[in-house]
Nanobody
Framework: VQLQASGGGLVQAGGSLRLACAAS????????AGWFRQAPGKEREFVAA????????DYADSVKGRFTVSRDNAKNTVTLQMNSLTPEDTAVYYC???????????????????WGQGTLVTVLQ
């Protein structure tokens, strides 16, 4: 799967952004998808993931209640709605597609095979 993330930018603390991930290639709708982020000097960390149907999602504790992941399989897209942003959310955000078809929604980067190029989110104080 080829993935293209977009929607990043500069936002004030408390603001919102909506990231989008457009997929092409192998049947994206068959795979669970995830969002990860990497801040400068830190390891890539899990943000959110969604199963192939869009009916089940998982979130990192740090974003629960603020971020919402969704997907539109007809359009081969996954979105991440981010609200109440804080400077701690500043990072490059990546979307990813799972290595295999399965029921488990993974929170480890190792479970994902295909990655987008990342989109930078900067949250100002």
């Amino acid at each position: 799967v080829q993935l293209q993330a977009s929607g990043g930018g500069l936002v004030q603390a408390g603001g919102s952004l909506r990231l989008a991930c457009a997929a092409s290639g192998r049947t994206f709708s068959a795979y669970n998808a995830g969002w990860f982020r990497q801040a400068p000097g830190k390891e890539r960390e899990f943000v959110a993931a969604i199963d192939r149907s869009g009916g089940r999602a998982d979130y990192a504790d740090s974003v629960k209640g603020r971020f919402t992941v969704s997907r539109d399989n007809a359009k081969n897209t996954v979105t991440l709605q981010m609200n109440s942003l804080t400077p701690e959310d500043t990072a490059v955000y990546y979307c990813a597609a799972d290595r295999a078809i399965g029921l488990i929604v993974h929170n480890s980067p190792a479970a994902y095979r295909d990655w987008g190029q990342g989109t930078l989110v900067t949250v100002l104080q």
